[in-house]
């Protein structure tokens, strides 16, 4: 194993009953690295994700994190969550808490933190995704990218290892896309262990430093970004990046 790996994939499969999502995929990630994932809808891509970090049960393989094999027993999954952090295209925020209240809230009751050090550092993740005048406002009195945002505040306080993103703008009016993608490529920049899946190419390409294509079940492709988008390999890559008006030339 190399030194600084964090994430190991070895050959996990998934299957709901007789229907298989993906067959032995195999995934390392490096401490810093952003690897960025795409695929049709309906290849795997969340299911995957969810595997990543036990939110999903898998029937094959082994998911390692820092070399520890990470526990299916529901026990340890708490342990695992706080490791591997995931941010959904839904925010789910408790609609009943302020912002505030919703960021410090794990961690208080979760890791035993000290309330006044959360909520200190709740207001310094706030002031960085542009936010702090929110937070003692309510989640229906902010827009979806607002909430997003937040959503990702909560998933960083917990100091997760890895952070995990399944189309984080898929559910946002466009002129709120740009705002969360911001922080995106913030969080890449400053060395952030991400694996990140979007149907957003151009964050894609700006944000990851190795490329995944995902179809029917298997890695198709994968490489650094440059050579990913402008020469891909397979014919359904190229494909799926035309669908995207990303053509190689
Ligand atoms: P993606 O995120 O790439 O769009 P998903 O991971 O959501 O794809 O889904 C992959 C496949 O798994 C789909 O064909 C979906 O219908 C199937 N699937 C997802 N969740 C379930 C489930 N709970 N039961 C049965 N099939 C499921
Ligand atoms: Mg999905």
């Known amino acids: 194993m190399e030194s600084n790996e964090i994430l190991r994939v070895n050959g996990i499969s998934k299957r709901y009953g007789d229907i298989s999502v993906f067959e032995h995929l195999d995934l390392s990630v490096k401490k810093g690295e952003v690897v960025v994932i795409v695929g049709p809808s309906g290849c795997g891509k969340s299911t995957f994700l969810r595997c990543l970090n036990g939110l999903e049960e898998i029937q094959e393989g082994e998911v390692l994190l820092d070399g520890e094999r990470i526990s299916q027993n529901p026990k340890e999954l708490s342990r695992t969550r706080e490791k591997i952090?995931?941010?959904?295209?839904?925010?789910d925020l408790?609609?009943?808490?302020?912002?505030?209240?919703?960021?410090?809230?794990?961690?208080?009751?979760?890791k035993k933190r000290n309330k006044k050090d959360v909520e200190?550092?709740?207001?310094?993740?706030?002031?960085?995704?542009?936010?702090?005048?929110k937070k003692d406002r309510y989640p229906r009195e902010l827009s979806g990218g607002q909430k997003q945002r937040v959503a990702i505040v909560r998933a960083l306080i917990m100091h997760p290892e890895v952070l995990l993103l399944d189309e984080i703008t898929a559910a946002l009016d466009p002129e709120m896309v740009k705002e969360v993608l911001d922080v995106v490529l913030s969080l890449a920049k400053e060395g952030r262990t991400m694996v990140i899946v979007t149907h957003e190419m151009q964050v894609a390409r700006a944000a990851a430093n190795r490329m995944i294509f995902i179809d029917g079940g298997k890695i198709v492709e994968e490489g650094e970004p440059t050579e990913f988008f402008e020469h891909p390999q397979t014919e359904r890559l190229r494909q799926f990046l035309h669908s995207f008006s990303y053509e190689a030339e």
């Open 85 to 91: 952090g995931m941010v959904f295209q839904s925010y």
């Open 94 to 110: 408790f609609p009943h808490l302020t912002i505030l209240q919703n960021l410090t809230l794990a961690p208080v009751k979760v």
């Open 120 to 133: 200190k550092e709740a207001e310094e993740l706030l002031e960085r995704v542009g936010l702090l005048s």
